[in-house]
Structure formats: structure tokens, C-alpha cells
């Protein structure tokens, strides 16, 4: 379980393919803090930590992640959100993520607001029931706020700290991001769905 706010920003220092499968070494300041078998959110993505070498360690993404999500593109040199698990303890600061990426979505507008950034995304809208208006939305695993949505597009606004602190801050057009819609809104879907049949 996660909160969408991100602790740092790690680099992807090797990639390998085992199979169907894909390895990452990813280069993190959190190296000291974590163990071998802990969870972790990599742009949403909650991978498990299988092995520590000096300032690197090593997760594995399946057939099945690679599918849903932008894994598939990451490359030697990206850098990607990291957050820890959260403790049961901890000040829930963003909302509930699951670190299951639904979908993913793609930037078709970057909009510079003299003090925040404004992105739009279009996601497939079979999602549309998923998010709504001033919702949560988990976007390479950092919890943001929509609005202006549609249903198949939503903008969010993204503050100076927050941009410089994600690798939203290399975002351009085209690119594709990791979504994760709210737990909440899921099932209500799910309930009403069934209430329909």
C-alpha cells in the first residue's frame, strides 16, 4: 500500500531480460533504508526488491506488468518515482494506491502556468467511470488531483516542488505514463455493475 508521494527519484543503471521477463538495477539515495523482499512503487509499479549490490538493487517486472505498463519503454538512464510502502502509522498525505497500474495514458498537452505546469492525458475510456471530477488520480505514482475530465481525457496541475522533486519534470508530449485509478472509484463500479446485471 502507497500514498502517491513520492521519496526520490532512482536511476536505471542496467536492464536484462530473463525470459519474458525484464530486470532493473535501479541506483537510489534510498539504497541504505531498504531490504531484500520489501515493496516498493517504481512510477507506480509496486515491484519487490530481490537483491541489494552496493547502490543499486534489483526488481523484476513479468510479461503481464510489461503489458500494462510503461515499463516496457524504461531504458538505461531514466529515472523513476520511488516511494516506500507506508507504515500503518504514517499520515495518509496523498490517497490510497495500490501500486496496480491500470493503464496507461498518453500527454497530448503540456501548458506552463507561470508557477505550475498543467498536463492533459488521454486514457482509454473504458476508465471512465473510474475517475471524476477533483478525484484522485495516481499518474507515474504520484497522487494528483483531476480535473477538466472527460471521458477520455483529464488534465492535472503540477506545483514547483513537485515537479522538481518527480521526473514529471521531463515530461513532454507523447510521452506515456503509468494510471492508476482510485480504489474507491473501482468499487463503486464494481457494485453498481453488479446491481445493473
Known amino acids: 500500500m502507497f500514498t502517491g508521494i513520492i521519496e ?8 536484462s531480460k530473463s525470459g519474458s521477463n525484464r530486470i532493473f538495477f535501479i ?27 552496493k547502490d543499486t538493487y534489483k526488481v523484476t517486472a513479468i510479461e503481464e506488468t510489461l503489458l500494462k505498463t510503461n515499463a516496457e ?4 538512464g531514466d529515472f523513476v518515482n520511488l516511494e516506500r510502502s507506508m507504515k500503518l502509522n504514517d499520515r495518509l498525505d496523498g490517497h490510497i494506491v495500490q501500486g496496480h497500474v491500470d493503464n496507461t495514458g498518453v500527454c ?3 501548458k506552463d502556468k507561470e508557477g505550475s505546469v498543467e498536463f492533459t492525458f488521454k486514457f482509454n475510456e473504458a476508465f471512465a467511470p473510474l475517475i471524476i471530477e477533483k ?11 483531476a480535473f477538466d475530465v472527460t471521458k477520455n481525457k483529464f488534465t492535472v496541475a503540477i506545483i514547483p516542488y513537485t515537479l522538481k522533486h518527480t521526473n514529471l519534470q521531463f515530461l513532454k508530449i507523447n510521452n506515456v505514463v503509468n494510471l492508476e485509478f482510485d480504489i474507491l472509484g473501482k468499487y463503486v463500479a464494481r457494485i453498481a455493475s453488479l446491481k445493473s446485471q
Open 135 to 145: 478525484g484522485s488520480i495516481c499518474l507515474n505514482g504520484v497522487s494528483l488531483t
Open 8 to 15: 526520490e527519484m532512482g536511476e536505471i543503471k542496467d536492464i
Open 108 to 110: 497530448i498537452n503540456k
Open 73 to 76: 519503454i524504461w531504458k538505461q
Open 27 to 53: 541506483k537510489s539515495e534510498l539504497i541504505h533504508q531498504i531490504k531484500i523482499d520489501e515493496s516498493i512503487s517504481h512510477n507506480g509499479i509496486c515491484l519487490t526488491v530481490e537483491d541489494i549490490r
